[in-house]
């Protein structure tokens, strides 16, 4: 059925106010919402925040400190680890291969670079481990200066 004139104004200004209606419906659900939360809890005094609680950033500080060296910890017994594989692996080849040969030498070769890399990726993650200490204390020291204030 096709529409004249008039019934297809009536049918476009019909979708435009159906429209408008569900937006304003939206919007007062929305706005209601906010007004039926809780806020009873956010204003109590009793709540014991941690940015009240003046301990908080040494907690903080400390636990990282401590997990600072728990990691510094691992990372020295992986470069370790890898070392010994690699010594391990250096003395297979040279039990098996003959006095002197190409292969031999290259297990050692390879064995030292591997040792050599370790150490190198050891210490250059343990400076990561301190950066990153460091960064949280220094954020630590910056937050409870704001808060003492």
């Known amino acids: 059925m096709k529409l004249n004139f008039f019934t297809q104004r009536l049918s476009t200004v019909g979708r435009w106010m159906a429209a408008t209606l569900l937006c304003l419906s939206a919007m007062t659900f929305v706005w209601q919402g906010a007004f039926f939360s809780n806020t009873a809890a956010m204003a109590s005094p009793a709540v014991n925040s941690m940015a009240a609680d003046p301990d908080a950033g040494d907690v903080v500080q400390?636990?990282?400190?401590?997990?600072?060296?728990r990691a510094k910890n691992f990372i020295r017994d992986t470069e370790e680890k890898v070392k010994e594989t690699a010594k391990t692996n250096a003395a297979k080849v040279d039990?098996?291969?003959?006095?002197?040969?190409?292969?031999?030498?290259?297990?050692?070769?390879?064995?030292?670079?591997?040792?050599?890399?370790?150490?190198e990726d050891s210490a250059r993650t343990q400076k990561a481990v301190d950066n990153t200490k460091n960064a949280v204390e220094r954020a630590v020291d910056s937050i409870k200066d704001v808060f003492s204030n």
């Open 62 to 69: 400390e636990k990282a400190s401590k997990d600072a060296g």
């Open 95 to 119: 039990r098996a291969s003959d006095e002197g040969s190409f292969v031999e030498r290259k297990a050692k070769k390879d064995a030292a670079t591997i040792e050599k890399r370790a150490s």
